[in-house]
């Protein structure tokens, strides 16, 4: 017979057996980090024609905080302003702080738990309850002991407990992997909304000023079509013109003035984009985004691009997805980890007592220590099936990371020759604008010579009013495929993810 030193002692070398084993035993599968595809330089992966492949500097990368390139002092003023409020921003934080206090609340499972209880009780035991069957069982003398045993008696207890679960498969190693790679997405996913919120707000300023524009000239052409139409009018009084040309140009004018209303819903539209960004209700931002004096000369920044290896570390969304394939393989090992049976450390130690004056003397003392076993027997393959899932969802988070990379090749690609196309549109449009010009001065020149008659001075006015007005929209489309190549890239000022 083993007398308690000697399973005391037992009982210790199987826990540090266990302990031992916990330390190096895992059945998660290890992670390895994909390498996401790259050509050698950025003009390889291209679809566009060799029209289309503007030289581009490679030994450069774009600023983080690339709007400022414009000297815009509302713009800069506008991008800090949403960093601090945004709600969307608020919304992409609060999700990796959410992260952080579960991956503190996994990792704790690593120690022991340790708890404390106490309690004081008056109990009264019935007269023919279980505990008094064994009186009449060996004939005792029921009237004399029932009365004391179901007399009324306090009960006091107080106790220590602490339990460990011992982490031999690597169940808890895996969480707490996988709860890592939580944190690493949300932290991407809080960038990514850095870069869509710079971006989506550059765009709204942009569709503002360009509206502007369009609305200042629209303006300015109705004053001067108004002016004309005066002129034909008195000229049709005089019969030096038949009313059908006067129809003709007021339905011209009435034409021009319809698309003022459309331009100034659009700059509103716009401007509550940006309170929206903001967090501020309409109107807020009516005396930031009011109408410049004068049309500001549109100057780009040089574009000059990263290397392709940085596309990785810069796109916060192939961040993310990398992310949830990390986390997706140590979801395979707490799976695979249930299918293993379990021990659990169990320590107890307390103190009690029906009698007051004894609860705190050695002889009320309790205590217990050792491990207990849970060994999964038959579940109908449910354990298997969750496995079979994990692993198909670590296949899935595969596939979608391949594709997180590829689209963003098309992306920047897209970005890339649509910001060319647009500058080659908008040089041979200021060419156009430019030769509009010359014809309708050239036209006015001649009309007042009387070598041609009014409709050709009206019909070179209204082509280099076109003229005008597809080169404002080109400088706005331009404006927004430069934002467009930012956000293909990732750039944004990266938050502290602390």
Known sequence: MLTPWIRRRRDVASCAIALGLSACASVGPKYVKPQPPAPDDWTTWRSASDTLRAPIQTGASLPDNWWAAFDDSILDQLQDRAVKVSPDLQTAALHFAQARVQRLTVSAQRGPEVGASAS???????EWGAGIRIIDAIGADRNKIVPLIAEPFGFYQVGFDASWELDLWGRIRSSVRQADADVARQGALLDLARVSLASDLANGFFEVRSTQRLIRLTREEIAAMEDRLSIIQAQAEGGLVDGLFLERQRADLSALKSQLPPLL??????????????????????????????DQPITLPDLALGLPSELASRR?????????????????????????????????????????????????????IGPSLDLPLFDRGRRKSVVQLRVLEQQEAAVAYQRTVLSAWKEIDDALTGYTAEQQQRTELVAREQSSREAYNLAQARYEGGAVDFVAVLDSQRSYLQARFDVVASEGRLLTRYVAINRALGNAPRLQHQ
């Open 120 to 126: 004081a009780t008056a109990q009264r035991q019935s």
């Open 316 to 368: 916060p969304d192939i961040a993310a997805a990398e992310a949830r394939l990390r986390a997706a393989t140590a979801g395979i090992g707490v799976a695979r980890a249930q299918l293993y049976p379990s021990i659990r450390l169990g320590a107890k130690f307390g103190s009690e007592s029906y009698q007051g004056s004894e609860f705190l003397s050695w002889g009320s003392r309790l205590w217990s």
């Open 265 to 294: 819903a659009h700059e509103a539209a716009s401007a509550n984009q940006i309170a929206l960004l903001i967090g501020e209700h309409p109107g807020t931002l009516r005396s930031e985004l009011a109408p410049l004096p004068t």
